[in-house]
DNA sequence: CATGAATGAGGGTTCATTCAT
DNA sequence: GATGAATGAACCCTCATTCAT
């Protein structure tokens, strides 16, 4: 693969900013806090990133690859366009109610705000994404599943903007609910919007 | 009116932060920053705003005044429901074209992350807006412009949904393209998906 | 008198002082702490005073005249040279006590550190406090109820030391006891050693 | 021991503060006048301590350990009572004659007015020196060598409120005369005071 | 690989004081 | 007399980063 490789110390520093950016956005992603959390001094950080620009980008592009990995699994399962469109829809919850740090890192989209390159990343994910579920959409529409008189692009468009839009406001309200249901009640408004 | 009034000076100071985290999010707006855009020293800033925490608090409180303004004019007039949600619409995304800056304010949610009070804010105006698109969907349910099977609820949420991702990526592409016919777009979709 | 009258304002200002410098410190001593205390604006209060230190030399010198005049009565009675240093020390405790404040700003010297000026004032209430206690004690030398193979002075120097070292400590505790019989006790043990 | 260890660094940095506090009180002690006067860079001293606040606590108990330390070996020492309350005053004395800065830091119990924590260092200070007087007073009693008909803790009172009272006096005089035989005058009037 | 020590730049904030009104 | 607005100087402290060891 074309993907780089992280070593052990890598990762860990990886996961602890993610950790950190969770509990505080970025302000609380201080090399000081890093190095406490890998229980390593703030020099030694780095060793193994070259800034601290650098360790977001690092962290930025670790969840892209986990995150166009899962994706991929999914779109190319043997499932129907429906039954995929689920799996994406619940996997994308599940992943993020077992790690809701990644909400900030994630959907933060202003952290970034300073830096084109971040921003970018931040932006491919998005698109990237948007690609599957696209697939899945036009693919539901091939097999008469979904309607067809509304542009796939837009269906997908809206999907999406629905899920973040669910997931934004259960972080706004400090994860004090269960996101899966409000997963499964978007799934049906989806689908009764999209019956043919 | 019950709200605060705002001297001249704090009005321009509220503008000043408003364009400066328009610029590079909440690490720009610095009270060096501020004071430079004011024309006035550092310490001045603090006869108007008991700290750089208030101040952001007040940036926010000022804008959800004008949002809820806004909103309740538009869901007060005398139009029907159809015309009534191509409005919140259209008018929504001109504030944003004519004042890019306040995607960053408004939208960045994850900046404030470190603050409960500030989040909250942003979390009720994300609510308070809510409820009017809910009224108008409501409304057009009842006059038969919209389709019933679908709770209301969840329609606007889709459609608040869609509108922030498509403001969002609006925002993250720099700004670098015309919103509006973005607007138009999702109304189309909408009023597809919606028909009866 | 060659005394400095004092306006109402200049009263009221002195005495706000007093009860900052009582609370914290020279520290607390601010102008805008004061200004709230005075119930005006900052810039009011240079009408009344032409600095901080100004002011606080004021504040020194309205002390230093009441406590000077508080001697005098004493000594001037008709009472016996015992009687007198009864009333000394009794006295001076029930200033105290009705008044804490003033032993922050009286017995800190240290506080005055930086400037000479209000040093000295402190220096000069200490010394002519001093010629006070240093006549009762000679006149009771002469009178025969105090023992004469000390000199007057040590003898003063020691009953002086005592008493503020006892209302140190009682500053150091928090005004956490009673004062009073501190100074009875001190009375016990002067009258004790100075018996003939 | 069981007491703290301090860097190289960090003796140098107390030894500063004392110097710094010496010369014009707390408001001397800044971290700019600090760092100056250690020879490196305002963030820098809080690699050794973490606040300045900290900085003043381990002054004062650096300062404690080491009077502390003084007045046990003269009390464990073989000599009489007589003799080791002649010790007690003189290398006293001495100590600050050899540093004049440390009657400001430990006379000055005003300074710390704001802070419980430092206020209750300087309290204990005085409190454990107590009882090193008060030994030696209790032991003269029982030989004999001092007279009991007054609580030896009351003489060891009075010895500590006219020694503080002359350092004081010295102090504000800006040090100006020498200090040794004021203590030997003191001294005269003690063994005078307190003969059998 | 990692550390202890240090740094320049910058952060938000308070201070006593001035000035025009 | 008093005010609102402003200021220069100074405050304590944190940041990401570097360097010698």
Redo the contacts between chains.
């Keep these: 693969m074309s993907e780089p490789q992280y070593s052990d110390r890598q990762v860990q520093i990886i996961n602890a900013a993610i950790k950190l950016m969770g509990e ?5 992603l201080t090399t000081k806090n890093l190095a406490r959390e890998v229980s390593v001094t703030e020099p030694a950080l780095y060793r193994h990133f070259s800034s601290k620009a650098n360790l977001i980008l690092q962290v930025l592009e670790y969840l892209k690859s986990r995150i166009i990995y899962r994706l991929t699994c999914i779109v190319d399962s043997d499932n129907t366009p429906v039954e995929k469109l689920r799996e994406l829809v619940k996997r994308q919850f599940q992943a993020f109610v077992s790690r809701p740090e990644i909400v ?1 890192v994630l ?5 970034y ?2 830096d ?1 390159e971040l ?2 990343i ?2 491919s994910i ?1 698109l990237e994404s948007s690609s599957f579920y696209l697939q899945v959409i036009k693919d539901g529409q091939e097999s008469g599943d979904f309607r067809s ?2 542009p796939a692009e ?2 997908a ?2 999907i ?7 997931v ?2 259960w ?3 400090g994860f004090s609910y269960d996101l899966i249901p409000r997963g499964d ?2 799934l ?2 989806f689908f ?2 999209l019956k043919d």
């Excluded at 505080?24 to 609380?28: E, P, S």
């Excluded at 959907?107 to 952290?111: F, K, R, V, Y």
């Design positions: 505080g956005g970025i302000q609380m900030v959907l933060s989209e202003g952290l705000q300073n084109k921003s970018s931040v932006f998005m008189d509304v837009r269906i468009f809206m999406m903007g629905s899920m973040r839009f669910c934004i406001q972080h706004l309200s009640e978007l049906d408004t009764a919007l």
